[in-house]
C-alpha cells in the first residue's frame, strides 16, 4: 500500500516480515526494509462461583477469570462493573447472570452467563405437641421438615431446662414447670437451619390445700369439711365406706359432707373420705381422715346398792373409754341432811337420812375423754336408820307381872328382835326373842329394878339397836313380925308395920271372929286397938 505524504498505515494485522520502502519527491531511494508486526494472544475469559450459596437465601461469590490480552482488564457481571478485580461477592441465586471481560486495549469483550444455584430451604411443615397434658402424665412433641443439604438433625429448648436431638422427644411424668414455649431448630449438613416453636400447657393435678387431717369430732356431732385446692376450678366429690364402729350407712356427695357421726365403741374410730377433685380435665384422688372420738358413758353401775343412812357411800366411776375424767355434783335433796356438794372421781361421802323413808340421790357425773363430754345421773339410795316410834321407857310393872311392848317404827317393814341379859335382882335367866318380850319379870329385891331390853331393828338391810328400859317394882311385904306377942284380953294391941320397901303404906282388915267381942274394923297403919277374948 502506497501513500504520498503520509506514513501511517492503519489497519494492519500482525505478521512477519512485511516490505516497506520509502522514496522523495525527487525519486530518490527507495529506502526499503522488513518489518514484523506483533500482537497480543487473543483474549480469553471465563466466569466461576468459587464460592458457592449453601444455605437457602444467602449469597455467593462469583470469580471473572481473563487470560491473555492486555491487563488491566474490565470486568462487568450482572451490571456491575470492575477494574482490575474480578472478584464479585453478594450475588443472589439465579440464572443465566450475564458477564463480561474487556482488556486494557478494549479488546473484547468477552462475554457469557452463569447461573448461580441455591439449596433448597429447610421448612418445618409441622410442629406441635399433644398439650394441655396433666401433671404426671406423658408430653409428646411432634415435628415434621424437610429441604437443606444432607441430613437433617433437631434440637428441641424449653422450659425448666429442658432440651433434646430428638425429632420428637417424650417428657415423662411432666410437671406444670414445664408449661411454656418450645423451640425447635433444624440443622442441615451445612449447618443452614430453620426454627420454629410451638405452646405447651400443663395443667396441676388438684389436690387439697385444706388440711387431710382435719380435728378430731365427737360422736353425734356434725362433721364439716369445706375442701379447698390451689387449682382454680378444682371440683370435689367424695365418697364414704361403711366403717365398723360407725352407725351411719356409706354415703357420697360434693363438697362438704356435713354429715352426723355416731362412734358406737368406746375407742376413737377413723373415717375416711375419699376425695375426687376435678380441675381442667385432670383428676386426682385423696384421703381426709378424721377420728371420731367415742361419747365416754359410764360402764360402772348407774344405780349401785343402796346404803344406809350415816355410813360413807363409794362409787368409783369407771368408762370403757381411755383417759376418761370424771367429775361430779349433787344438790341439795330433801331428807338429806348433806348440802350440796361436788368433786372428782370417788364421792366418798356420807350420807344421813333424816327421814323414815329410803331417799334417792342423785349425782351428776360429766365424764371427759379425747375433748368429748357427757352427763350421766348415778342413783343411790339412802335406806334410813330403822328407830323405834314406840316409847323407850313403857310404863313400870310390878314384880311378877307379864311385860308386854309392842315396837314399832316409821319405816316400813322394819323387823324387831331384842335380848336382855341377866339382871342382877331379877330372877328371870337371860333371854331373847322377837317383837313383844311377853314376859313375867320377877323382881326379888324390895327395890324397883330396870331391866334393859336390847331391841335390833333392821330394814331395808339397814339396823340399828336401841335400849327400851322397863321398871320392875317389888312386891311389898312385911319386915316387921307376922307374930307379934301375945296379949291380955283387955289388953292394947299396938303393931307398928314396916316394910323394907320404901314408900310402902299400910292398911289393914280385921274380921268379927268368933270369942273376940270386938266387931270387925279396917284402918291404917297401927291397929292400936283393945282386944276382948
Excluded: K
Excluded at 89 to 101: C, D, F, K, L
Excluded at 349 to 361: G, H, K, Q, R
Excluded at 500 to 524: E, L, V
Amino acid at each position: 500500500v502506497t501513500q504520498v505524504g503520509n506514513g501511517v498505515f492503519s489497519g494492519i494485522p500482525a505478521g512477519t516480515a512485511y516490505a516497506w520502502s520509502i522514496t522523495d519527491a525527487n525519486g530518490c531511494g527507495p529506502q526499503n526494509g522488513t518489518l514484523d508486526i506483533t500482537q497480543p494472544a487473543a483474549l480469553a475469559a471465563g466466569a466461576v462461583v468459587t464460592t458457592p450459596i449453601i444455605c437457602f437465601g444467602g449469597n455467593a461469590t462469583v470469580t471473572l477469570v481473563a487470560i491473555n490480552g492486555t491487563a488491566p482488564y474490565t470486568f462487568t457481571f450482572d451490571g456491575i462493573t470492575q477494574v482490575g478485580n474480578g472478584v464479585f461477592p453478594g450475588i443472589a441465586a439465579g440464572i443465566a447472570y450475564t458477564w463480561s471481560v474487556t482488556d486494557a486495549n478494549s479488546c473484547g469483550p468477552i462475554t457469557g452467563t452463569l447461573n448461580v444455584s441455591e439449596p433448597s430451604a429447610i421448612t418445618i411443615s409441622d410442629i406441635h405437641s399433644n398439650s394441655p397434658v396433666c401433671e404426671g402424665s406423658t408430653l409428646n412433641l411432634f415435628s415434621a421438615a424437610a429441604g437443606g443439604t444432607g441430613l437433617l438433625t433437631y434440637s428441641w429448648a424449653g422450659p425448666d431446662g429442658f432440651t433434646s436431638n430428638q425429632q420428637n422427644p417424650d417428657i415423662t411424668s411432666v410437671t406444670p414447670a414445664a408449661s411454656g414455649l418450645y423451640s425447635l431448630l433444624v440443622t442441615d449438613a451445612n449447618l443452614c437451619t430453620a426454627t420454629a416453636s410451638t405452646l405447651v400447657t400443663v395443667n396441676p393435678t388438684p389436690t387439697l390445700s385444706s388440711s387431710q387431717t382435719p380435728p378430731a369430732i365427737c360422736s353425734n356431732t356434725i362433721f364439716s369439711y369445706t375442701p379447698t385446692s390451689g387449682v382454680t376450678g378444682t371440683t370435689f366429690s367424695w365418697s364414704r365406706a361403711a366403717v365398723a364402729g360407725i352407725s351411719n350407712a356409706a354415703a357420697s356427695g360434693i363438697d362438704n359432707p356435713n354429715e352426723t357421726l355416731v362412734n358406737t365403741t368406746t375407742d376413737p374410730i377413723t373415717v375416711t373420705y375419699e376425695y375426687s377433685l376435678s380441675a381442667n380435665g385432670c383428676s386426682n384422688t385423696q384421703n381426709v381422715v378424721v377420728v371420731v372420738n367415742p361419747t365416754p358413758t359410764l360402764t360402772s353401775s348407774l344405780s349401785p346398792p343402796a346404803i344406809c343412812s350415816n355410813t360413807l357411800f363409794s362409787y368409783t366411776p369407771s368408762s370403757g373409754t381411755l383417759a376418761t375424767v370424771f367429775t361430779w355434783s349433787r344438790a341439795i335433796v330433801a331428807g338429806i341432811s348433806n348440802p350440796a356438794a361436788s368433786g372428782n372421781g370417788d364421792p366418798n361421802e356420807t350420807l344421813i337420812n333424816t327421814t323414815a323413808d329410803p331417799v334417792s340421790v342423785i349425782y351428776i357425773y360429766t365424764l371427759t375423754a379425747n375433748g368429748c363430754s357427757n352427763t350421766q345421773n348415778v342413783t343411790v339410795i339412802v335406806n334410813p336408820t330403822p328407830i323405834l316410834t314406840s316409847t323407850l321407857t313403857p310404863p313400870a310393872i310390878c314384880s311378877n307381872t307379864t311385860f308386854n311392848y309392842t315396837p314399832g317404827s316409821a319405816t316400813a317393814g322394819t323387823t324387831f328382835t331384842w335380848s336382855r341379859v341377866l339382871v342382877v335382882g331379877i330372877s328371870n335367866a337371860a333371854a331373847s326373842g322377837s317383837d313383844d318380850p311377853n314376859e313375867i319379870i320377877i323382881n326379888t329385891t324390895p327395890d324397883p329394878i330396870n331391866v334393859i331390853y336390847v331391841f335390833t331393828l333392821s330394814a331395808n338391810g339397814c339396823s340399828n339397836q336401841q335400849n327400851v328400859t322397863v321398871t320392875v317394882n317389888p312386891t311389898p311385904s312385911l319386915s316387921s313380925s307376922l307374930t307379934p306377942p301375945a296379949i291380955c284380953t283387955n289388953n292394947l294391941f299396938s303393931y307398928n308395920p314396916s316394910s323394907a320397901t320404901t314408900g310402902t303404906t299400910f292398911n289393914w282388915s280385921r274380921a268379927a271372929i268368933a270369942g273376940i267381942s270386938n266387931a270387925s274394923a279396917t284402918g291404917t297403919g297401927n291397929p292400936n286397938e283393945t282386944l276382948i277374948n
